[in-house]
């Protein structure tokens, strides 16, 4: 059964910077899909960032400040973020899918205040 486990969320100031985790247990392989999405109190949930094999997709919102990266062997997807916004706040979840279906992470917190 495939679990992921984020981290790495927090409170952090205007033009900072967080770097999210999620880690994966389970029988994944490096050609399924990680992604992560968020979303914001009273909004949808929306894509933020994917990567299959090499290639990675963006949301426009976050393309030039956000980068995520993949370690095969860890079986863990990270996200970087940075010069982030206040409209970056919100829940951000991890996602894979395989050939089983798709797994959710429980989602961590991100707060971008002053």
């Known amino acids: 059964q495939v679990q992921l486990v984020e981290s790495g969320g927090g409170l952090v100031q205007p033009g900072g910077s967080l770097r999210l985790s999620c880690a994966a247990s389970?029988?994944?392989?490096?050609?399924?899909?990680m992604g992560w999405y968020r979303q914001a109190p009273g909004k949808q949930r929306e894509l933020v960032a994917i990567?299959?094999?090499?290639?990675?997709n963006y949301a426009d919102s976050v393309k030039g400040r956000f980068t995520i990266s993949r370690d095969y062997v860890k079986k863990t997807v990270y996200l970087q973020m940075n010069s982030l916004k206040p409209e970056d706040t919100a829940v951000y979840y991890c996602?894979?899918?395989?050939?089983?279906?798709?797994?959710w992470g429980q989602g961590t917190q991100v707060t971008v205040s002053s």
């Open positions: 996602k894979v899918d395989y050939r089983l279906g798709t797994v």
């Open positions: 990567i299959s094999g090499g290639s990675t």
């Open positions: 389970g029988s994944i392989f490096n050609f399924n899909p």
